[in-house]
């Protein structure tokens, strides 16, 4: 099993998990409109009701392995929205209420504040990881040619040299065959750094502390492929 | 306008014939080569059908020429993204033809990371009468070889054949949503929802990045691009469009980066029309240049708008595309369906525009006249040669018979993808998993 950031979903998974969530969703649909555009409810309860859906659907969103980007900042957009019109002094143009009690939208903004603020900025947070390893500066500089040259990797991989650029028709074909027989699931792509190129061997001591989830470096890596090669009893620790 | 169907044709199931309608065949997207001779679509199971039209019949010179299908590949391939751990749709974004300059058609299909070439030719003839080989290709008994003589070439059935010539890939790290070829013919440009990036046709293993709004914390991230296209005529000039409904018009003589618009293009949001949803419906689905080069042409979730490159304040046409779901934004929200992005096309005059929209329903805008009409794809009312009836969507109040409600309108069955013939009034019509071929009857050439 591989680890993983993103959560690989088939298709079919996906779409019943649509179906229930809309079915879920379709329950508290009171203010769905069946007449004439008037404004059916008080704007604040409604409110709290798109509120909620917004929420709902930004969660499903981001639990996609690869959120749909413009989906996603329009939602949250429209949150920001919808958090803006709960705000006592905000109100919808069209329609007047009586502001609720102080004390309670206080303690509404504040929590619903801070609680949206931080998950909205933790789950575009995540965002800035789909792009690549690293928040690496764009590592080419401006040549002759106009704009900025990328190589055929993006830039968070430069280290990875086994990508490489695309060369031609037979490319995909070279790629799958690399990674067929490498079971990514010791590495924790984070750790590929470009400064730990070096690659010498570690004393032995330094691999065998860690008692936590496989995490290597590539030294390491490279002693434990030296150790398979010569097929030496592998230490404790990799069993 | 009468509008009758020249032909309709299903994508080609080459694996699955007994099955029909399964989510592989729905169509992605539509395009016209530049003589409007060959249709080409691609589906969502990476799969690419061209269509050809057949030449007139002088025997029948009443039945125009009909589109049948020419050729069936397989242009991309589920792939998995081993560093990230993610799948990678086969889905065809987008189709670009690129301009004819020899008897190969060439064009360009993308699916979320990776665009490719390819180069489709015919062949007719074969040669016979080898001297060292059979007509099997098994070499001969030389003994049997007792004169010379030279190969001739015979004609055979036609064979197209389709070749990947250029892959361009690891170009982009978010979902590519538009593809342009250049006037330059050299040149083509990649977009996805925060990078735009410029190809040379020949070159795979490098592009240029022209246009960068990834902002340096992923948190401030309020916009993102939407499509792309070049200007038809000026090689330096490009628009696109965002999530907030703005177009910019970008030089690249200007700078390196275009990062910074030479021009934006941005209405003011209507205070009457304002809601909770004003930001969605506003976001640009698609923009098209006119043929003419000076007008662009954008869809948003509820008008089409024409803009005159001279004025950025505000278009110069508006058109309501179906304005009666301006009351059910709510429910549409919730179900997604205000995140659906139709596209909208010129015809080659520029003087009609069409776009799609629910209940397999398309809508044609005629400029000058400023007459509309709705029209319906599908099975049930377009039998081959039938004039297609206009719909009409009613409110509620005075009902005509053939009208239909708000409420009994299909929002499953959606016309994302459109296309107009660039020189008649021939029109290509995506409505899920079936293509639909319809030609004006009564103007057979654009007026």
Redesign the interface.
């Known amino acids: 099993m591989?680890?993983?950031?993103?959560l690989?979903r088939k298709?079919e998974e996906e779409e019943e998990e649509e179906v229930v969530e809309?079915e879920t969703?379709?329950v508290d649909?009171w203010?769905?409109?069946?007449g004439?555009?008037t404004a059916q409810a008080p704007p604040v309860v409604a409110s709290n009701s798109?509120f909620d859906?917004s929420v709902l659907?930004l969660h499903h969103s981001l639990r996609q392995?690869?959120p749909?980007?413009?989906?996603l900042?329009?939602v949250?957009?429209?949150l920001r929205?919808?958090q803006a019109?709960m705000a006592p002094s905000a109100a919808?143009?069209?329609v007047s209420s009586p502001p609720p009690a102080p004390m309670e939208t206080d303690n509404l903004l504040a929590s619903s504040d801070a609680a949206l603020s931080a998950s909205?900025?933790g789950l575009?947070?995540d965002?800035?990881h789909?792009?690549?390893?690293s928040q690496a500066p764009q590592p080419l500089p401006?040549e002759g040619?106009?704009?900025?040259?990328?190589?055929?990797?993006?830039a968070g991989?430069g280290a990875?040299d086994l990508?490489g650029?695309?060369?031609?028709?037979l490319?995909?074909d070279g790629l799958e065959g690399l990674?067929e027989d490498i079971d990514?699931s010791m590495y924790d792509?984070e750790l590929w750094a470009p400064a730990a190129a070096e690659g010498h061997k570690p004393d032995s001591e330094n691999g065998l502390g860690k008692e936590e989830a496989p995490v290597l470096d590539e030294a390491e890596l490279d002693y434990l492929m030296d150790v398979l090669g010569e097929g030496r009893e592998l230490p404790e620790w990799t069993r | 306008m009468g509008v009758s169907v020249l032909s309709k044709s299903m994508p080609v199931q080459e694996n699955q014939p007994w099955v029909s309608g399964t989510p592989a065949d729905i169509i992605s997207t539509v395009e016209f080569n530049h003589t409007g001779e060959l249709l080409a679509t691609g589906d969502k199971g990476g799969r690419v059908v061209i269509f050809q039209r057949e030449p007139e019949s002088k025997n029948a010179p009443h039945s125009q020429g009909e589109y049948d299908v020419y050729s069936t590949f397989q242009s991309h391939e589920p792939e998995f993204d081993y560093l990230k751990s993610l799948e990678i749709e086969e889905k065809i974004n987008k189709i670009k033809w690129l301009p004819q300059q020899n008897a190969a058609h060439s064009l360009l299909s993308t699916n979320d990371k990776t665009i490719k070439l390819w180069k489709i030719t015919e062949r007719d003839k074969r040669p016979e009468g080898y001297n060292l080989k059979d007509e099997e290709g098994k070499l001969k008994d030389l003994s049997t070889v007792t004169s010379l003589q030279v190969p001739v070439l015979k004609p055979m059935d036609l064979m197209v054949e389709v070749s990947p010539r250029r892959i361009f890939a690891n170009g982009h790290t978010y979902h590519i949503n538009s593809i342009s070829v250049n006037s330059d013919c050299e040149t083509y440009m990649s977009a996805d929802d925060l990078r735009i990036n410029l190809w040379h046709l020949a070159i795979t293993d490098r592009s240029f990045n022209i246009v960068d709004i990834k902002p340096a914390n992923m948190e401030d991230l309020t916009e993102v691009i939407t499509a792309s296209e070049f200007h038809p005529h000026h090689c330096n000039l490009f628009v696109y469009s965002s999530s907030k409904g703005s177009l910019r018009l970008c030089d690249m003589r200007a700078a390196a980066l275009c990062d910074k618009h030479s021009k934006l293009f941005e209405e003011p949001e209507d205070p009457s029309n304002r809601s909770f949803f004003s930001e969605i419906i506003s976001s640009v689905s698609d923009v098209k240049f006119s043929h003419s080069g000076r007008y662009m042409l954008t869809r948003d979730y509820l008008t089409v708008k024409v803009w005159d490159l001279n004025m950025e304040a505000r278009p110069i046409e508006t058109y309501q595309v179906h304005d009666y779901l301006r009351s059910k934004l709510c429910s549409l929200y919730e179900s997604d369906c205000i995140f659906d992005k139709f596209e909208c096309a010129w015809n080659g005059s520029d003087s009609v525009i069409m776009t799609g929209a629910y209940n397999n329903f398309f809508r044609m805008f005629d400029r000058n006249t400023k007459r509309d009409v709705t029209l319906e794809a599908s099975r049930e009312s377009s039998k081959p040669r039938a004039v297609l009836k206009p719909r009409r969507v009613c409110l509620g109040g005075k009902r005509r018979r053939d009208d239909i409600s708000v409420d009994s309108l299909d929002f499953t069955k959606k016309i994302l993808h459109t296309a107009w013939h660039p020189a008649e009034n021939i029109i290509a019509i995506a409505a899920t998993n079936n293509l639909y071929i319809f030609q004006d009857k009564v103007n057979a050439d654009a007026h």
């Not at chain 1, 040619?145 to 190589?151: A, E, K, L, S, T």
């Not at chain 1, 650029?165 to 028709?169: D, F, R, V, Y």
């Open positions: 591989m680890l993983s950031k993103g690989k298709r809309k969703l379709t649909t203010w769905l409109d069946s004439p555009p798109l859906l659907k392995s690869e749909d980007l413009r989906h900042v329009l949250v957009n429209t929205r919808i019109s919808l143009p069209s909205m900025a575009l947070e965002l800035s789909i792009e690549g390893l401006d040619p106009p704009g900025r040259p990328i190589g055929g990797a993006p991989l990875l990508l650029p695309a060369t031609g028709c490319l995909d990674f990514t792509s």
